[in-house]
């Protein structure tokens, strides 16, 4: 039976398909260590190249139900507040009005942009999406809203008050990023 380090690591492998990578980076390492080291003092700074790989996992404690609904269901759960009723997006295992218990709530795909911006750069898993905006949307049914991604679809932006409604991956993995919002016309 693997250990889960070792399961990380041929994940890891699989995924980022890290080995081609690693070699380059291990060989552009050993270039510059082998530099005379005079070259290295006319240099601006002082730089040692080097690598680093992790494998992780993390829990997801008490917001799991959230990540499971999204990945299982192609739903979003917010919490509603036992004590005032408040319904929190992102959902909270205590709400930050009362401090009272919360309970999982279903809330709408359909949402408002409180606020957003423009993006024109991304990591590799955006750079085919550039240029998108970021912004902070809330579920036509709860009081507070959530950082996500907001397809601009030909748009250079998103204003405050801008209907949306979420879109989700077919292949979702119970990541933040398997879901979006597009902008309602």
Known sequence: MKTSTEKARETARKELKSAPL?????GIIS???????????HE???EIPDKMVMFYKYSYGEQSRFFSELMNHAELYG??????GIVHFPP???????????QWKKVSNVGTVLSST???????????KVPYAV?????????????????????EKVDP????????????KGVVSDFWYEVVE
């Open 22 to 26: 690693e070699s380059v980076i291990d």
């Open 31 to 41: 270039e510059k260590l082998n530099l005379d080291p005079s070259v290295l003092e």
């Open 44 to 46: 601006k700074y002082f």
């Open 79 to 84: 919490s509603k507040c036992k004590k005032c």
């Open 92 to 102: 909270r295992a205590i709400c930050s009005e009362c401090y009272g218990e919360t």
């Open 118 to 128: 423009t993006s024109w750069y991304a990591t590799s898993e955006f750079f085919d």
């Open 135 to 155: 912004g902070y949307v809330k579920p036509i049914d709860a009081e507070t809203g959530m950082l996500q991604r907001i397809d601009l679809r030909g748009r």
């Open 161 to 172: 008050g801008a209907k949306v409604i979420a879109r989700f991956k077919e292949d979702r």
